[in-house]
């Protein structure tokens, strides 16, 4: 009797299906801790377990740019803007990205995109005439 | 020699009186449930309780020495047990008056603080129950007969699947009785059908614990003295556990109390309960088995009677425990006494025929057959939900929309789905830091002691709406689906409209007065020590504006000295309408050239007891696709706001104005199969709109985020910022200003988290990635849920992963200890 009461307790608790356990390794848990400092393997590592995490998005393309790879920084940041098209900061690196690499009307579009999401910031409307003054420039 | 029918009756309100008065001692004992309904005396008849408690004493005393009239005519000099009886009665008549005695003298209850003396009148209030208790084993032990031969298996396991049936039975009929919100008609069936076989696995349960309990009569020496003590036993531990893992978390207590006390108050009751129904077995005509006496069994056709009868009084019951409910608590109060009485009824009525001996194969294969069938169902639905692509019948969706509406199912889920051990640790470790905040001493503030010089212009009119329960997808600044709110739409195109704000506190109770405190509150924030912390209270007086309020929560907790004109004070709170205000702020504005305004206002026009509660309609062509009775409130409120706009600008104050839109929390309109906001943190509770109007002079230099998290606790830093003041420190868990100067660019939120908590229980939400992953963890039900509020009005719920699971409670407890220093 006891040993069909154990069994009970034990075994009949219903507990909804979950979900497949997802593990990421501990080091891709930390990479959001200020003293991380991770290298462009080690994030891509992460993107693969956390393809969604913007911030990690973020590094990867801070490290491409390190790196001298702009085409992979933009795709990653591009990869941010599909997961969350209001982050700003984003538009911003991307369109000095695209102001480098002199495509002025798409970098006019991230940074008016990036205006109205922070409206009046002088950062983005200096960036802004700059691709104006760089569009006139190469229209001569 | 007293009736027996009488001696029952007068008992069961002594205990009835005992347990009254230990919930008051523990309801008192918890921060929570003190600030909560004891202190604003929510519920008048317990006020009423408490207040005649010392007289109702005497009421219960008398009721006492009426069923010891018996124990007391022992003779002296009879035998022993008669007489230790005897001295045990008159020690407790002697003890009980006594006490009575003194509660004339200086009554207890309504003393009771929320400190230890309201535990120790919690464990005190119990004694008298145990004496008797004693009292009624010594002299009925011996005279109660036990019966010769076991209850059959087959009398008991019919007795419990009966009962099973019956209490979904009832549940179905008190669900087909009401307007049911349409749901498909596959997962209505399947959400019934999962819940038929949760409650025969209950019945199962409950079969299994019997047989336990009668196993020892069905020796072949029997010992039914064992059997009756298996079955204080199996009572003990179910009302300890009851208490322990349903009540005592649901008021927030922690696992330092809760468990002691829910020890010894399940032995208590099992005691007295097992000494009443000793008593009363003493009247029967034969001997009874254990699972008789205690279950109370009568002779059948009374017993069918009483069936017949149940339906009639749970149906108005539980709509009536729905009004005052708290977390289920009285909810599953009632289901579990159902259930008790229907096995002791079908007990009854089912008679014992032949005894055949006991079969191995009747102790097996009913658990085995409810364990199969308890398990198969959840992954069957799984597997249809997938095969069907139809999300509303994965189990997990069911069992969101099923347990609001069947209470039986709700306790059947609550008992077998079992929180995980990782799950019960960390609601020991939250409660207990929980608790530890709320009995804080300390007075935190951002605000500097000294005030900064003020700005060399004139402040701006302030107008701060703080809608309760507002939520942002029915405004269509943030939902072009809303065509009913073209007035708060007009004022969003000329003010900048924050699409990613959230509330720290998903209750009114924390969440109005963290807004004026910048910053995280605890429970205790009303008891004193809130003028020093109330940093908008501080702005308004620094800035010597003409202070205008009407609000519920905060306003009571003003300094004295603070003028203030109170708008609409004779309304009572849950009639305070937003329409009625702006015409009484109408005289207001006459003045307003000589001194700036500063006007608060908190209606409740679409707060849940006047959508829901009060009702109407829920479908109307008008509002495709919205709670019909909402969208209409709403619709006239922002009537109401578009003629007060209009003011502004005709008085030429509208641009020299801050005016803020805002919400306290969100509320639940039935997601979730949920309705309103007590402690609920999904989506559409925690996210508030957030629209900022500023005057053309403060515009020009100032930029924003308006995709950054932003929070209701940022609104009184913005206004100090506005104004020019520094006087508010930039702390952790604190607000921050919305606007910086234009070359400045505002301190990311994107790689912290936030802890946003539920004002009403240990409920959490813990927002990351921007507000964009949300990780709630309701430790009342003890569920989790994730969501991602990239897309959509109320985001997508997702599964939680080990990912989100461990870093989630992490974080929560490491918020909850940052909130506990600060109030230590």
Same mark, same amino acid.
């Given at each position: 009797? %006891? #040993?069909?009461?154990? =069994?009970?307790? &034990?075994?009949?608790?219903?507990? !909804?299906?979950?979900? *497949?356990?997802?593990?990421?390794?501990?080091?891709?848990?930390?990479?959001?801790?200020? %003293? #991380?400092?991770?290298? =462009?393997?080690? &994030?891509?590592?992460?993107?693969? !377990?956390?393809?969604? *995490?913007?911030?990690?998005?973020?590094?990867?393309?801070?490290?491409?740019?390190?790196?001298?790879?702009?085409?992979?920084?933009?795709?990653?940041?591009?990869?941010?803007l599909?997961?969350?098209p209001g982050y700003a900061?984003v538009r911003l690196?991307m369109a000095?990205?695209?102001?480098?690499?002199?495509?002025?009307?798409a970098a006019e579009v991230e940074l008016n995109a990036a205006l109205r999401v922070q409206p009046?910031?002088?950062?983005l409307?200096?960036?802004l005439?700059?691709?104006?003054?760089?569009?006139?420039?190469?229209?001569? | 020699?007293?009736?027996?029918?009488?001696?029952?009756?007068?008992?069961?309100?002594?205990?009835?009186?005992?347990?009254?008065?230990?919930?008051?001692?523990?309801?008192?004992?918890?921060?929570?449930?003190?600030?909560?309904?004891?202190?604003?005396?929510?519920?008048?008849?317990?006020?009423?309780?408490?207040?005649?408690?010392?007289?109702?004493?005497?009421?219960?005393?008398?009721?006492?020495?009426?069923?010891?009239?018996?124990?007391?005519?022992?003779?002296?000099?009879?035998?022993?047990?008669?007489?230790?009886?005897?001295?045990?009665?008159?020690?407790?008549?002697?003890?009980?008056?006594?006490?009575?005695?003194?509660?004339?003298?200086?009554?207890?209850?309504?003393?009771?603080?929320?400190?230890?003396?309201?535990?120790?009148?919690?464990?005190?209030?119990?004694?008298?129950?145990?004496?008797?208790?004693?009292?009624?084993?010594?002299?009925?032990?011996?005279?109660?007969?036990?019966?010769?031969?076991?209850?059959?298996?087959?009398?008991?396991?019919?007795?419990?699947?009966?009962?099973?049936?019956?209490?979904?039975?009832?549940?179905?009929?008190?669900?087909?009785?009401?307007?049911?919100?349409?749901?498909?008609?596959?997962?209505?069936?399947?959400?019934?059908?999962?819940?038929?076989?949760?409650?025969?696995?209950?019945?199962?349960?409950?079969?299994?614990?019997?047989?336990?309990?009668?196993?020892?009569?069905?020796?072949?020496?029997?010992?039914?003295?064992?059997?009756?003590?298996?079955?204080?036993?199996?009572?003990?531990?179910?009302?300890?556990?009851?208490?322990?893992?349903?009540?005592?978390?649901?008021?927030?207590?922690?696992?330092?109390?809760?468990?002691?006390?829910?020890?010894?108050?399940?032995?208590?009751?099992?005691?007295?309960?097992?000494?009443?129904?000793?008593?009363?077995?003493?009247?029967?005509?034969?001997?009874?088995?254990?699972?008789?006496?205690?279950?109370?069994?009568?002779?059948?056709?009374?017993?069918?009677?009483?069936?017949?009868?149940?339906?009639?009084?749970?149906?108005?019951?539980?709509?009536?425990?729905?009004?005052?409910?708290?977390?289920?608590?009285?909810?599953?109060?009632?289901?579990?006494?159902?259930?008790?009485?229907?096995?002791?009824?079908?007990?009854?009525?089912?008679?014992?025929?032949?005894?055949?001996?006991?079969?191995?194969?009747?102790?097996?294969?009913?658990?085995?057959?409810?364990?199969?069938?308890?398990?198969?169902?959840?992954?069957?639905?799984?597997?249809?939900?997938?095969?069907?692509?139809?999300?509303?019948?994965?189990?997990?969706?069911?069992?969101?929309?099923?347990?609001?509406?069947?209470?039986?199912?709700?306790?059947?889920?609550?008992?077998?789905?079992?929180?995980?051990?990782?799950?019960?640790?960390?609601?020991?470790?939250?409660?207990?830091?929980?608790?530890?905040?709320?009995?804080?001493?300390?007075?935190?503030?951002?605000?500097?002691?000294?005030?900064?010089?003020?700005?060399?212009?004139?402040?701006?009119?302030?107008?701060?709406?703080?809608?309760?329960?507002?939520?942002?997808?029915?405004?269509?600044?943030?939902?072009?689906?809303?065509?009913?709110?073209?007035?708060?739409?007009?004022?969003?195109?000329?003010?900048?409209?924050?699409?990613?704000?959230?509330?720290?506190?998903?209750?009114?109770?924390?969440?109005?007065?963290?807004?004026?405190?910048?910053?995280?509150?605890?429970?205790?924030?009303?008891?004193?020590?809130?003028?020093?912390?109330?940093?908008?209270?501080?702005?308004?007086?620094?800035?010597?504006?003409?202070?205008?309020?009407?609000?519920?929560?905060?306003?009571?907790?003003?300094?004295?000295?603070?003028?203030?004109?109170?708008?609409?004070?004779?309304?009572?709170?849950?009639?305070?309408?937003?329409?009625?205000?702006?015409?009484?702020?109408?005289?207001?504005?006459?003045?307003?050239?000589?001194?700036?305004?500063?006007?608060?206002?908190?209606?409740?026009?679409?707060?849940?007891?006047?959508?829901?509660?009060?009702?109407?309609?829920?479908?109307?062509?008008?509002?495709?696709?919205?709670?019909?009775?909402?969208?209409?409130?709403?619709?006239?409120?922002?009537?109401?706001?578009?003629?007060?706009?209009?003011?502004?600008?005709?008085?030429?104050?509208?641009?020299?104005?801050?005016?803020?839109?805002?919400?306290?929390?969100?509320?639940?309109?039935?997601?979730?199969?949920?309705?309103?906001?007590?402690?609920?943190?999904?989506?559409?509770?925690?996210?508030?709109?957030?629209?900022?109007?500023?005057?053309?002079?403060?515009?020009?230099?100032?930029?924003?985020?308006l995709e950054?998290?932003?929070?209701?606790?940022?609104?009184?830093?913005?206004?100090?910022?506005?104004?020019?003041?520094?006087?508010?420190?930039?702390?952790?868990?604190?607000?921050?200003?919305?606007?910086?100067?234009?070359?400045?660019?505002?301190?990311?939120?994107?790689?912290?988290?936030?802890?946003?908590?539920?004002?009403?229980?240990?409920?959490?939400?813990?927002?990351?990635?921007?507000?964009?992953?949300?990780?709630?963890?309701?430790?009342?039900?003890?569920?989790?849920?994730?969501?991602?509020?990239?897309?959509?009005?109320?985001?997508?719920?997702?599964?939680?992963?080990?990912?989100?699971?461990?870093?989630?409670?992490?974080?929560?407890?490491?918020?909850?200890?940052?909130?506990?220093?600060?109030?230590?």
């Amino acid at each position: 009797m %006891a #040993a069909v009461l154990a =069994v009970l307790w &034990l075994a009949l608790p219903v507990t !909804l299906p979950r979900a *497949d356990v997802h593990n990421a390794t501990a080091e891709c848990l930390s990479l959001n801790t200020p %003293a #991380a400092s991770p290298d =462009v393997t080690t &994030l891509e590592r992460c993107r693969a !377990l956390q393809p969604r *995490d913007t911030q990690l998005l973020v590094a990867l393309g801070d490290a491409y740019q390190k790196a001298g790879d702009d085409r992979r920084a933009e795709g990653a940041f591009r990869e941010v803007l599909r997961v969350d098209p209001g982050y700003a900061e984003v538009r911003l690196r991307m369109a000095r990205i695209l102001l480098a690499g002199q495509r002025f009307e798409a970098a006019e579009v991230e940074l008016n995109a990036a205006l109205r999401v922070q409206p009046n910031r002088r950062e983005l409307q200096t960036l802004l005439e700059a691709v104006h003054a760089g569009a006139r420039m190469a229209r001569r | 020699m007293i009736r027996s029918k009488l001696f029952v009756a007068l008992r069961l309100g002594v205990i009835g009186f005992a347990l009254l008065t230990w919930t008051y001692g523990v309801a008192t004992f918890s921060p929570f449930a003190f600030d909560m309904f004891i202190r604003p005396r929510l519920m008048p008849s317990l006020s009423d309780f408490v207040a005649w408690h010392h007289v109702l004493y005497w009421v219960a005393y008398l009721a006492t020495v009426v069923t010891l009239i018996d124990d007391l005519r022992a003779r002296a000099d009879g035998p022993r047990p008669a007489r230790a009886a005897w001295g045990v009665a008159i020690g407790c008549v002697a003890v009980l008056g006594g006490v009575g005695v003194l509660l004339m003298r200086s009554p207890y209850l309504p003393g009771l603080e929320n400190d230890r003396r309201s535990l120790v009148a919690a464990y005190l209030a119990l004694l008298p129950l145990l004496a008797l208790a004693v009292l009624d084993h010594m002299r009925a032990w011996p005279v109660a007969q036990p019966a010769t031969a076991a209850p059959s298996q087959e009398r008991l396991l019919r007795a419990c699947l009966s009962a099973a049936g019956f209490v979904w039975l009832v549940s179905l009929i008190a669900w087909l009785m009401r307007k049911p919100v349409p749901v498909g008609e596959m997962a209505a069936l399947a959400a019934w059908g999962w819940s038929l076989v949760l409650n025969l696995t209950i019945g199962v349960a409950a079969y299994v614990a019997l047989l336990l309990v009668s196993s020892f009569e069905a020796l072949p020496r029997p010992r039914p003295a064992i059997a009756h003590l298996a079955g204080v036993a199996v009572i003990a531990v179910g009302v300890s556990e009851w208490l322990r893992r349903v009540v005592l978390p649901a008021i927030s207590l922690d696992a330092a109390v809760s468990g002691p006390l829910s020890v010894y108050s399940g032995v208590v009751i099992a005691a007295a309960w097992s000494g009443l129904s000793l008593r009363r077995a003493v009247s029967q005509p034969r001997p009874r088995s254990a699972a008789d006496t205690l279950l109370w069994t009568q002779r059948p056709l009374m017993a069918t009677a009483a069936l017949a009868a149940v339906p009639f009084a749970l149906i108005p019951l539980l709509t009536t425990i729905e009004r005052v409910d708290w977390a289920y608590v009285l909810h599953r109060l009632a289901i579990g006494g159902v259930w008790i009485v229907a096995i002791g009824l079908f007990l009854s009525v089912y008679r014992e025929g032949a005894r055949p001996a006991w079969r191995r194969r009747l102790i097996i294969a009913p658990p085995l057959a409810a364990l199969a069938l308890a398990w198969s169902v959840p992954f069957g639905l799984a597997q249809l939900s997938r095969t069907l692509g139809d999300p509303d019948l994965a189990p997990a969706a069911i069992a969101d929309q099923q347990a609001p509406i069947d209470a039986s199912f709700r306790v059947s889920m609550g008992l077998l789905n079992r929180a995980s051990i990782d799950l019960v640790s960390f609601r020991q470790r939250v409660l207990d830091r929980a608790t530890a905040a709320d009995r804080g001493t300390a007075v935190p503030t951002a605000v500097a002691a000294t005030a900064s010089p003020p700005a060399a212009h004139r402040p701006p009119h302030v107008f701060l709406f703080v809608i309760d329960s507002l939520r942002r997808d029915y405004l269509g600044a943030y939902n072009p689906q809303v065509t009913f709110t073209p007035a708060i739409d007009g004022f969003a195109r000329e003010s900048y409209v924050f699409r990613n704000a959230f509330t720290r506190y998903g209750g009114t109770w924390l969440s109005m007065p963290s807004i004026w405190v910048g910053g995280p509150v605890t429970r205790r924030w009303g008891d004193g020590r809130f003028a020093q912390m109330n940093a908008l209270e501080q702005f308004i007086r620094r800035e010597s504006y003409r202070f205008l309020i009407n609000d519920f929560t905060v306003a009571m907790h003003l300094r004295a000295d603070t003028a203030v004109t109170r708008l609409d004070p004779t309304v009572e709170s849950a009639d305070t309408d937003l329409c009625h205000l702006l015409q009484g702020l109408g005289p207001e504005l006459d003045r307003a050239a000589g001194q700036p305004l500063f006007a608060f206002m908190a209606p409740m026009n679409v707060h849940i007891q006047n959508t829901h509660v009060r009702g109407g309609n829920p479908v109307d062509p008008r509002y495709p696709g919205f709670y019909a009775p909402y969208a209409a409130r709403l619709e006239r409120l922002d009537g109401c706001f578009g003629d007060f706009v209009r003011e502004l600008k005709r008085r030429q104050i509208y641009d020299d104005s801050v005016i803020i839109i805002t919400a306290d929390h969100g509320d639940s309109l039935g997601e979730h199969g949920q309705w309103g906001h007590q402690h609920f943190m999904f989506p559409e509770d925690i996210r508030i709109p957030l629209l900022v109007h500023l005057p053309g002079r403060l515009r020009q230099g100032l930029t924003t985020d308006l995709e950054r998290a932003s929070f209701s606790t940022d609104i009184t830093p913005t206004l100090y910022a506005l104004t020019g003041r520094r006087d508010f420190i930039a702390a952790e868990d604190y607000g921050a200003p919305l606007f910086v100067d234009a070359d400045r660019t505002l301190a990311s939120r994107r790689d912290g988290s936030f802890l946003l908590t539920s004002s009403y229980g240990p409920a959490y939400a813990l927002l990351r990635n921007n507000g964009k992953e949300v990780y709630v963890s309701d430790l009342i039900n003890g569920r989790e849920y994730g969501f991602d509020l990239h897309r959509g009005m109320l985001g997508t719920e997702v599964p939680v992963d080990e990912r989100m699971r461990r870093s989630g409670q992490q974080a929560i407890e490491a918020h909850l200890e940052r909130v506990s220093a600060l109030y230590r």
